[in-house]
């Protein structure tokens, strides 16, 4: 199971940036997939979820510090998740992690740092 995810750098207020996370090694649409993200000093906190897609069209659940400014999807052909980051803020900095679900069974990416300066 590997879950490896791209698209980390430095990013100024304001700006956009997506994140990648490539997924093998599991039935990767019977998994509900999130970003969680690690802000310096602070715990992980979750940031999006899309649900698994075997019973139907996903859903998606966003934390309201990125409601409105960051959108996840994922290409279950490709077996990959995104998280598409727009009008970032320095408060965004912090490791973001993919992240792979089905009931107890979890799985995580090693993370990508996103640092946004003012």
């Known amino acids: 199971v590997q879950l490896m995810e791209s698209g980390g750098g430095l990013e100024h207020t304001g700006g956009s940036r997506i994140l990648s996370c490539a997924a093998s090694g599991f039935a990767f649409n019977v998994y509900d997939m999130s970003w969680y993200r690690r802000p310096p000093g602070k715990g992980r906190e979750l940031v999006a979820t899309?649900?698994?897609?075997?019973?139907?069209?996903?859903?998606?659940v966003y934390a309201d510090s990125v409601k409105g400014r960051f959108t996840v999807s994922r290409d279950d052909a490709k077996r990959m998740v995104y998280l598409q980051m727009n009008n970032l803020q320095v408060d965004d900095t912090a490791v973001y992690y993919c992240?792979?679900?089905?009931?107890?069974?979890?799985?995580w990416g090693q993370g990508t740092q996103v640092t946004v300066s003012s």
């Open positions: 899309i649900s698994r897609t075997d019973k139907g069209p996903a859903t998606t």
């Open positions: 992240h792979a679900r089905l009931f107890s069974l979890q799985h």
